[in-house]
């Protein structure tokens, strides 16, 4: 999920979902654990339930593991921003000691190259298929609009999805929708796979 912005009102009405490295419908083998690694002040209370919807929506176990401050070589200070693909190789330096899947959650703006911008923010990340994915609550209105706990969840089974092999879907019912701007795009407590990405999962 992406958005670009110069500032976060900008950033909401651009585009959210990402992950444009998703061209292929290569197939990765279904991961039967995922680490969450969250950073600095994310918000510990919400991950009790996002494990819990991670199980249910992709039967995958989850641990979960405090890290410290974002790397600083990760950081893009003319923007304020944390580059996202370099998060993600910094995730996989994770990956590679506990061979499960790494989701990075944090609160800073994070953003990438994509959409022919050099530093284009995004709500999240991942490629497809990989080994990690992140996701920062930065655009999501934690505090200023009802449905904090579905936005984050939905950009989360998004950003997983990419990290399972799925690409962005035509369907706009569909969670790996690219929303394209559309906060209402990743809103909804019941957002779900259609069939075709359903089946794709399913090895269908
Ligand atoms: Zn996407
Ligand atoms: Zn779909």
Known sequence: MTSICKSIAIGFVLLLFASNSCTNKTKTSQASNLDIVYFEEFDTSILKSLKLDIKKFYGINTNSVKYDKLPISTYYSPRNRYRADSLI?????????????????????????????KDWGV????????????????????????????RIKNVVLHELGHNLGLTHCQDTTCLM??????????????????????QYLNGN
């Open 89 to 117: 190789k910094y995730l996989n330096l994770h990956k590679k000691q506990s061979n499960n899947l790494v989701l990075g959650l944090c609160t800073k703006d994070i953003s990438v190259s994509i959409h022919k911008a």
């Open 123 to 150: 709500f999240g990340f991942g490629y497809c298929p990989g080994n990690s994915c992140i996701v920062s609550s930065f655009r999501l209105k934690k505090d200023s609009k009802p449905g904090y706990y579905s």
């Open 177 to 198: 929708v690219d929303a394209k701007g559309k906060m209402s795009s990743i809103e909804g407590e019941n957002r779900k796979l259609c069939l075709n990405c359903q």
